[in-house]
């Protein structure tokens, strides 16, 4: 079975003798070891009885779908929706956990626009509730997870909007103002230690 | 823009000169008003600041996109997953809060086999951890609507694997374990008010 690139192009297009210099650059993999660092560290906490959290499906709008005999239904035309909330909700020790999860190929400072509006809105709003919300920061070219609450979060966001606002955040303040979480084994990204810590201030 | 039905084919298929005898069985639909009675509830929450509940999305695993020109990426092929929650979870008063909402058109009772055992499973869990969980359970023909506490809803769910156990909860049993919901306007399924009380029984 030919395997063709995700824009339905067969691979065989591409192909050429001469070897290519121009890194090819996988937009869709982008974020694939951090969701999946967390998507282990998610069943870890769940298989232990730490927590129950989940990431949220991609929301898609189903147009049509085909039916055939004996296999599955097959969705033919579908389209993505813009998501009114974040990837990560759940709950730990009571608590009802809600956060975002992002990373950057920087290695000086965050970029903002790697957050939507109804993001940091959700995670305001779920935090006046009594929610433990916060966004998980990876700087994959360091390799460094940092866990800001969404209050941090926010202030940043708002400054933006100023006049000569930074439109990023520089890793010196996200090391001040976040909690630093070290890779392990099991939980791969144990960010619950951080949650510790915020629920240990709050408490 | 022909409109088609949800398997592809197009509506003029169905048309014919002849009133139709047979009525026919929208099983896309089941369940929709329930659903959209919810969404709108929950949207009434959020925008007064109650509660912040959202349904999840559909789990659909995406095989094929294309990405056409000046035009949204189309989703070419695509398969229904499994869900390994529930379908509804958020946070209010603090809470934790996760639920399933099923509906029944039988007048005397309500089968079991509308739940799977993922979702029974994931609802226990959630309130191991704290988590208010229930199902919302609709007899639409009855126009009747109740909240049944998940260690209510485990009682009868384990019952049906015993010699004779019973498939279904009878309506007088469910009238005397759950807690009554009555439509209203705004919201239209005024659930949280069940929650109060379970809030209520808990501190």
């Not at 959290?53 to 035309?77: C, D, F, G, L, M």
């Not at 929706?81 to 709950?91: E, P, R, V």
């Not at 920087?106 to 509730?129: A, G, M, W, Y």
Request: net charge positive; glycine share 4%; with cysteine.
């Amino acid at each position: 079975m030919p395997i063709n690139y995700p824009n339905g192009r067969p691979s065989s297009h591409f192909h050429s003798n001469k070897p290519k210099k121009k890194k090819e650059i996988r937009y869709g993999k982008r974020g694939m070891t951090l969701e999946s660092d967390l998507s282990h560290s998610n069943e870890y906490y769940r298989a232990n009885n730490i927590a129950i959290i989940h990431k949220k499906p991609t929301p898609v709008q189903i147009v049509k779908v085909n039916y055939p005999k004996r296999s599955a239904a097959r969705i033919t035309e579908a389209y993505y929706q813009k998501a009114s909330t974040t990837d990560y909700n759940g709950i730990y020790k009571g608590f009802y956990i809600d956060f975002e999860a992002k990373e950057t190929q920087n290695k000086t400072s965050f970029p903002l626009k790697n957050f939507h509006d109804h993001q940091i809105e959700h995670l305001k709003n779920c935090r006046k509730q009594g929610g433990i919300c916060f966004a998980i920061l990876c700087f994959s070219s360091l390799k460094r997870i940092f866990v800001l609450d969404i209050k941090q979060l926010c202030y940043y966001w708002n400054s933006q909007f100023d006049e000569k606002g930074a439109k990023s955040i520089p890793l010196a303040e996200i090391e001040k103002k976040s909690l630093e979480i070290h890779y392990g084994f099991a939980p791969r990204i144990p960010y619950l230690d951080a949650v510790d810590q915020m629920i240990d201030r709050r408490v």
